[in-house]
């Protein structure tokens, strides 16, 4: 079971990487959903999961509004397990989105490797593909990202978001 985890005294930095996305909305729950599952409930409250947990998520079929993450699925096990078990936690008609550095970019720095695994966008589009996602729509953006080794650098971010099919 994936451990369930407090918005309000949860640390937001990434653990696995040294830099920190930058964003004009500093509150925006994507760049807050780094190595987490947000979920919407029903209410509109957000419920947080460890994104690096089992890939099981020990929640009813059809019981969320959305899901975001931001930085995760490079340390994901089994992406097409994990991508399916958001699937399947979605409402009909509701997205998962999905924020990630891009193959090409990522390998770049020099602390991503070996533990990252990074994806061309292609293959984050079958990823959501063979998960069952429709409708899906990329986004890229540029955001400028500071490390403990360089001032700061513009690394091209990609959002990707689908949608679970209405029956």
């Keep these: 079971m994936d451990k369930q985890i407090d918005f ?31 979920f919407e409930t029903a209410d509109h409250s957000k419920l947080l999961v460890d994104a690096y947990g089992t890939g099981i998520l020990d929640f009813h079929t059809n019981s969320f509004n959305g899901c975001i993450t931001t930085n995760s699925i490079y340390f994901w096990e089994d992406p097409v397990q994990q991508l399916m078990e958001i699937h399947r936690v979605l409402r009909p008609g509701k997205k998962l989105t999905l924020a990630f550095i891009e ?13 990252f695994t990074f ?24 955001k400028g990202v500071v490390n403990r080794l360089t001032q700061g650098s513009t690394t091209p971010f990609v959002i990707i978001s689908g949608q679970k099919q209405i029956v």
């Design 8 to 38: 309000k005294t949860t640390d937001h930095k990434q653990v696995r990487s040294y830099f920190k996305v930058l964003n004009k909305d500093q509150n925006s729950d994507l760049f807050k959903a780094t190595d987490l599952l947000v």
């Design 103 to 115: 193959k090409q970019a990522g390998e770049k720095f020099p602390w991503t490797l070996p533990d």
């Design 119 to 142: 994806y061309t966008i292609h293959q984050v589009e079958q990823l959501f593909q063979n998960a069952g996602f429709v409708n899906i729509q990329v986004k890229h953006q540029t």
